[in-house]
């Protein structure tokens, strides 16, 4: 099988089990990654992560133009400002809609340089800090410019009244950093309130040293 029709089959298997498991719902969220020569498959608009059909996933050329395939997702300027700006660190890029990254967004008191208290080890591991974006109209070019403007400083952000966005180096890494954005949003309600034990800065400072994290002070 060819590097291509590999990464279609996998980008169709991971959305689906995205979808299976309530992450993302009706035909909300996008996918893309980043084939070895500098192409991009991309899951295509008003597509559902349950029913993606691999063959007709959108194809962009090395330079940002699209070859062929269904029409692509809007999301494009957000996606194309990850890999931009993060150059060969970022080989896929995931964003959902999922209920309870969403629901952190709306809140009124979180820190927007870094949406999540550090509660887990995994959190910080997976994710480093958080950057939480203002609210931009989806498929506003704006949105990539917004990216941008992070300089590529961060893998992970939240989108206000949107969504995730999570970059990884390779589809799979993507995805289960934005699976475990997920479980850090849906700690972080359930402990709303309840002044829950964070890590200390030296256990911090441990995992980012020992793991060489990204992690701005």
């Known amino acids: 099988m060819s590097e291509e029709a590999s990464l279609r089959d996998q980008i169709s298997s991971i959305a689906g089990s995205l979808f299976a498991r309530g992450l993302t719902a009706g035909s909300s969220g996008n996918i893309s990654a980043r084939l070895s020569d500098g192409r ?3 899951t295509p608009t008003g597509s559902s992560f349950g029913a993606l059909d691999p063959a007709r996933l959108s194809l962009f050329d090395a330079d940002g133009r699209f070859v062929s395939g269904d029409k692509p997702t809007k999301e494009m300027p957000l996606h194309s400002a990850f890999y931009e700006t993060r150059g060969a660190q970022t080989g896929a890029v995931v964003h959902l809609h999922s209920t309870h990254s969403v629901a952190v967004s709306l809140l009124p008191d979180i820190d927007p340089d870094s949406v999540f208290e550090p509660l ?10 958080v950057k939480l974006l203002p609210y931009i109209r989806p498929g506003d070019p704006a949105m990539g410019d917004a990216v941008r403007g992070l300089a590529g400083k961060r893998s992970a952000v939240l989108l206000a009244h949107h969504g995730p966005v999570v ?18 949003a849906k700690l972080t309600l359930l402990t709303l309130g309840l002044r829950p034990k964070i890590l200390a800065d030296a256990e911090i400072r441990d995992l980012v040293d020992h793991f060489n994290i990204e992690w701005d002070d």
Do not use: H, N, P, Q
């Not at 887990?120 to 800090?129: D, E, F, P, Q, V």
């Open 40 to 42: 991009l498959l991309v």
């Open 120 to 129: 887990t080890a995994y959190s910080i591991m997976r994710l480093g800090k």
């Open 167 to 184: 970059a990884g180096k390779d589809l799979e890494a993507a995805a289960y950093a934005m699976e475990e954005l997920e479980e850090t």
